[in-house]
Nanobody, 119 residues
Framework: QVQLVESGGDLVQAGGSLRLSCEASGSIFRILTMGWYRQAPGKQRELVASITSDGSRNYEQSVKGRFTIFRDNAKNTVYLQMNSLKPEDTAGYYC?????????????WGRGTQVTVSS
């Protein structure tokens, strides 16, 4: 059994910063890709950023230059540093991991952490 636990969501003023963390725990053989998705009320869940095991990163266009994703492979943890936050960044942020748990590749989700940016 694998669990993803997020932390770091908060209420922040526009222009502020937050750092989200997500730790994967359980029976993990190898983590392939970790990422952050977000979902605002009435909208579809969208990819914010992802990072592969070799460090290749991918960002949603609106967060490029403001958000940075990085991971600590030894801790099975992925981080999302969010700077220059905007009200439109307000959403539930969900951690995602594609990993091998001694079997075929599977996808796991965290329960989410709320980010609210006030104007």
């Amino acid at each position: 059994q694998v669990q993803l636990v997020e932390s770091g969501g908060d209420l922040v003023q526009a222009g502020g910063s937050l750092r989200l963390s997500c730790e994967a725990s359980g029976s993990i053989f190898r983590i392939l890709t970790m990422g952050w998705y977000r979902q605002a009320p009435g909208k579809q869940r969208e990819l914010v950023a992802s990072i592969t095991s070799d460090g290749s990163r991918n960002y949603e266009q609106s967060v490029k230059g403001r958000f940075t994703i990085f991971r600590d492979n030894a801790k099975n943890t992925v981080y999302l540093q969010m700077n220059s936050l905007k009200p439109e960044d307000t959403a539930g942020y969900y951690c995602n991991a594609r990993l091998m748990d001694h079997g075929p590749m599977r996808e796991y989700w965290g329960r989410g952490t709320q980010v609210t940016v006030s104007s």
